[in-house]
């Protein structure tokens, strides 16, 4: 680090003027970027996305996903004619193309009709969707609306529109909206931190970091296909990572500088040291998204994928463009100075001297709250939002629940698809009829629905299938089906869950142990230390599940989700969800540990005193942990404001997950552990030093115990 610390320093112009190009030409091309951006959720090998794609090459619409409803209701008292239904609902799959329209008329089946015949609905199955704004919806709506008879009401309702209507569905205030608006927040936080024109520093370099990532983005593209989710994590949580690393290493060279160094020497001491640490953070992070990279679903690999493109141009700029610029303008920005970093936080060292002398209690209260949010982790249900946590208003919700009413089966939000062989079609839906949780079963008849010798059998189950229990007739129907002839498969929402969650969690312990062991080596190598990366791999898996725990609370009980975001409890977690917050937060909470221990690790060896060390420590990284814990925090508060539930609750998982971690485990955990375990945090035996290819470390009580240097020598030792 300290050598290209120097190399950048003395080609300052070169290097600035790469990262400007690379600014330049990521912004013009982010638009492009963001086009290339695919929504595929496939599933290659699972038998419900096996299934939706023959559907699709035959028919046209796809099979894994919630169909549109279109209603049609009359007054209170009155009743729908069926031919009325019947011509409107042809007349809508005239207009609309591409779309598939069963209803009563190509089935014969009561389903479709309340049984107080004041109202009918039809399926609309569709072609994929390719962005947020869906324009056969759109055009769905203006052709019912025109061809609904005066006497009646037309509706488009189903799971989107009810999301949509909830605040989930629609483009939210845009990507670029969304950063500015963290970036402001950011700025009002660096601008407390440095109390000097040095704020606006972290934010250019985040401003690089994000336009260079997209401009990568932008070539991965071309090999492969990258999940529109990438686009907010990119900008969002970019934003927060870059800022947390210049905010690293500009607070140290402040520090360096206030000791009486000359700008260019303050520049390399801080990369050797903070420069260290931002390297082994932007590592833990890039490691904490193999867990999406291995699984076998290209859509999670993408996200890990474009994820791990956030940490590593983040390190890049920040290691670079960073000391180029200080050894430029860097004192001439640092202007007023109003705060200075020759000492530590005096709240800060308060608190560790409290910590360290109240050190078990400190750690039983840490680990009490813990414990306390991760109880209701065991509660989680993985699946999908339940339609009554979506819109309660609106004229989606109004027509669900005219068909509720009117006696309808809350499972016609999600059918199920059955393909088979057209002989077999009568078989199929008297095996599915028996099935125990289902309403019935249907084969409609004509071209529709029954295309090259196959037919599509529709199945309504009594509930929604939105996990847990509630998928349990869908496993029975792929039961009953299993053996009989001229069955080839069975697809829907419900499905798509049972596929996910077997090929997601099926091969989650392998990456967790990979995860967890690439961590651990990593860190025994950053820290010297067995005890301490042990500790710190178990409290962030601890911290984790209090994450979940608190999630659980939050979004699928409901306590908090109304009043913040007028979404009502969701009843389950989204299956692809606990594995990315799993994935991205592992690493950015990891951030923390590294910043704190780094520093503790630094003044250990300079005086030899555990106690002394994690007061100096804490005391230098407190406020640059919780100043960074906000700014990241506060990314996420806007990624909360995207489009769909589902962001908000991946936005929100981070952001709880980035304060408990900053909070209660970094700031209460850490130094009361460390406090506690003395010398032996800082052992290591010699011959996995030599293995690691670094400096011995032993406890005050073994051998070879290295004597505390001053702080020049631990500078000089760290630079090599």
């Known amino acids: 680090m300290p050598a290209l610390a120097r190399w950048c320093l003395r080609h300052r112009r070169l290097v600035i003027l790469f990262w400007i190009v690379a600014f330049v030409v990521g912004g013009a091309t982010a638009g492009t970027t963001t086009k290339r951006l695919t929504f595929d959720f496939s599933l290659p090998g699972q038998p419900g996305f096996e299934t939706s794609q023959k559907i699709l090459a035959t028919y046209h619409t796809q099979g894994q996903g919630a169909p549109i409803i279109l209603v049609l209701a009359a007054k209170p008292g009155d009743k729908v004619d069926d031919q009325q239904a019947t011509d409107t609902f042809a007349a809508v799959e005239h207009d609309v193309h591409g779309v598939r329209v069963v209803g009563k008329a190509a089935t014969g089946d009561n389903v479709f009709t309340t049984a107080d015949g004041r109202a009918q609905f039809a399926y609309v199955f569709y072609p994929p969707q390719t962005s947020f704004a869906s324009a056969t919806l759109d055009d769905l709506k203006t052709s019912i609306a025109a061809h609904t008879p005066a006497s009646l009401t037309g509706t488009v309702t189903g799971m989107d529109e009810l999301a949509a209507n909830g605040g989930g569905g629609d483009g939210g205030p845009g990507v670029l909206v969304e950063t500015l608006l963290a970036g402001v927040g950011a700025l009002a936080i660096l601008a407390f931190v440095f109390a000097s024109m040095l704020a606006l520093v972290p934010l250019l370099v985040a401003a690089v970091s994000i336009m260079s990532t997209f401009l990568i983005l932008l070539g991965l593209t071309v090999f492969a296909d990258v999940s529109f989710l990438v686009q907010f994590l990119v900008s969002l949580i970019g934003l927060g990572v870059a800022i947390d690393y210049s905010l690293l290493i500009v607070t140290r060279w402040r520090e360096e500088r206030a000791h009486g160094r000359e700008n260019h020497d303050a520049i390399v001491a801080s990369m050797a040291s903070a420069g260290h640490a931002v390297l082994f953070s932007g590592l833990t992070v890039a490691i904490g998204l193999v867990a999406l990279v291995v699984i076998p679903v290209p859509f999670l690999r993408s996200v890990g994928y474009g994820g791990m493109l956030i940490p590593v141009v983040s390190v890049a700029v920040t290691t670079t463009l ?28 308060r608190w560790a001297s409290l910590v360290v002398r109240h050190r078990w209690i400190a750690a039983g209260a840490g680990a009490a709250i813990l414990t306390a949010l991760i109880i209701p982790f065991f509660g989680i249900q993985i699946g999908t939002a339940q339609s009554s946590s979506l819109t309660k208003t609106g004229p989606a919700y109004e027509a669900l629940k005219v068909l509720e009413d009117g006696g309808a089966p809350k499972g016609i939000l999600t059918p199920a698809e059955i393909l088979v062989d057209a002989p077999a079609a009568g078989e199929v ?13 249907t084969a409609p008849t004509g071209p529709a629905s029954n295309r090259a010798g196959t037919s599509i059998v529709l199945a309504v189950p009594n509930n929604e299938t939105a996990g847990g229990s509630s998928t349990d007739p869908i496993r029975r129907m792929r039961s009953a089906l299993d053996n009989v002839p001229g069955f080839i498969g069975l697809t829907g929402i419900g499905a798509l869950q049972l596929d996910y969650i077997h090929a997601v969690y099926g091969a989650f312990p392998l990456a967790l142990g990979l995860i967890v062991l690439i961590t651990y080596i990593l860190l025994v190598r950053a820290f010297r230390s067995l005890l301490l990366p042990l500790k710190a791999v178990l409290f962030n898996l601890v911290s984790l599940g209090a994450t979940f725990g608190a999630v659980v609370l939050f979004w699928q009980r409901g306590y908090g989700s109304e009043q913040i975001y007028g979404i009502h409890g969701t009843g389950s977690i989204t299956f692809w969800l606990p594995l990315m917050v799993f994935a991205f937060l592992f690493g950015l909470s990891m ?6 221990l780094a520093r503790i690790r630094e003044e250990y060896d300079a005086n030899g005193d555990t106690d002394g060390a994690v007061i100096e420590g804490v005391g230098r990284t407190g406020r640059l942990v919780t100043s960074a814990a906000l700014i990241l925090f506060l990314s996420f508060l806007s990624l909360s404001s995207g489009p769909q539930t589902d962001i908000k609750l991946f936005a929100t998982a981070l952001g709880f997950g980035i304060l408990l971690d900053a909070t209660v485990v970094r700031m209460l955990l850490v130094p009361a552990l460390v406090s506690l375990f003395g010398d032996w945090n800082w052992y290591l035996p010699d011959w996995t030093a030599k293995l690691l290819r670094v400096q011995e470390s032993h406890t005050h009580d073994g051998p070879g115990v290295p004597q505390p240097r001053s702080r020049r020598e631990t500078e000089v030792q760290t630079s090599r």
């Open 322 to 349: 960073l000391p180029a610029l200080l050894g430029g303008i860097g004192p001439r920005v640092d202007w007023p100075r109003i705060r200075h970093e020759n000492t530590a936080s005096r709240f800060w060292t």
């Open 429 to 441: 839906v008297r095996r599915v009829r028996a099935v125990d949780g289902v309403a019935t079963a």
């Open 591 to 596: 951030d923390y540990e590294v910043f704190i």
